[in-house]
């Protein structure tokens, strides 16, 4: 997890605040819903926002307090079946698609878990041992990566209502702009992807390594709504041609004809995000795609995906804008390991190796992501039939 570098270069009182911000910023997104809203679970891959709030609060007591808080007292032993999330070597657990049905404990009483887990983290951050410091910064990495998918698994559930009700009352949308597009060429030439500097990454941003590129071009922004509108009248959802054989199949069987959170109302396009629906901004990048779509699009657009090395290579082009305030952005790289890669020892070794397989990468962030969680090297993942997420794309080219 490489993390020594941050909690344990703290001060305690340093450590403190940081750990009260990320669990605080939780409770903020979460502050706006009632608890009948924190209990709802549109699909097997969401999860209610209980949830999320209970399964971070779990982690630091699994992993943290029950190491290195000598006399800790367990808030419930129940909760260590309920909020497990896929930790094989932890135990038995809650299935991932039940979670909507855990009624109980209410959200209130996950609000007193959250409290009694945190007055024990205080009381450690204050003499922590050195070897503590990675798991803690582990936990409140983890835990702002809860935080986006809180937002997009309530989005989604949200948008199911008729009503559309805001997940963030007041959010205002980050508007478009007209920037113009224009093609970055790289020279391709050998390159180091992975992370290799100070400060913290996951254990799947490493080994740092060289590779080899052929001279390339990327787009400066993101794709817009307006060219997907083009796509769509272009008839880019009907025809099979533009689409990998399994992306076709999907979107016929569910009947995709416009990214996830569209509706057509009189003519016009509008969107459904965190403050409800609005019309649609031809301006803004397209999101809530997913790898299948995006890949169409690139096809249709007479260009393709970037690999996550070219993406990674490109960031420090001057012009590159990478949009973290929008989406995510699909590459057409899979999910594997780097050369050399090893998962870490014990129980946290789950946290990513296992899932390197029928995945494909995303990079840079979203509206959604966690101020200062984002980075160059960070890979995100999802399997690529996947449209919930703030997902987008930008374009790339052969020289």
Known sequence: ??????????????????????????????????????????????????????????????FVLGRFAP????????????????????????????????????????????????????????????????LI?????????????????????????????????????????REPTRFLAHPGGEVALGHAGPGFCFDNETPC?????????IASRLVRNDAWRDFIADGGYRTATLWMSDGWARANAEGWTAPLHWRERDGAWWQIGLGGIAPLD?????RHISWYEADAFARWAGARLPTEAEWEAAATLPGFAEARDQCWQWTGSAYLPYPGYRPEPGAVGEYNGKFMIGQMVLRGGSLATPPGHARPTYRNFFHPEKRWQFSGLRLARDL
């Open 71 to 134: 006399g800790y007292r367990v808030f419930d032993p129940d909760f260590r079946y309920l909020f497990n999330s896929y930790y094989e070597a932890v135990g038995p657990r809650h299935p991932r698609p039940a979670r909507g049905l855990l009624s109980r404990p209410a959200a209130a009483e996950v609000g007193a878990y959250r409290a009694h887990v945190d007055a024990a983290m205080q009381r450690l951050l204050t003499d922590a041992p050195a070897e503590a410091a990675p």
């Open 209 to 217: 390594h060289g590779a080899l590129l052929t001279p390339f071009a």
């Open 282 to 286: 031809p301006a803004a990048p397209v």
């Open 1 to 62: 997890m490489h993390a020594a570098e941050t909690i344990s270069a703290c001060r305690p009182a340093d450590a403190a605040a940081r750990y009260a911000a990320v669990r605080d910023h939780s409770e903020r997104l979460a502050g706006g819903l009632s608890p009948e809203d924190q209990g709802l679970q549109s699909m097997p891959d969401a999860s209610p926002a209980k949830w999320h709030r209970a399964h971070t609060t779990w982690f630091f007591e699994e």
């Open 137 to 177: 910064e582990l936990g409140l990495q983890h835990e702002q990566q809860h935080q986006e998918l809180l937002l997009t698994d309530t989005l989604h559930a949200f948008a199911q209502h008729p009503l559309f009700p805001p997940v963030l009352p007041g959010w205002r949308e980050p508007a478009g702009d």
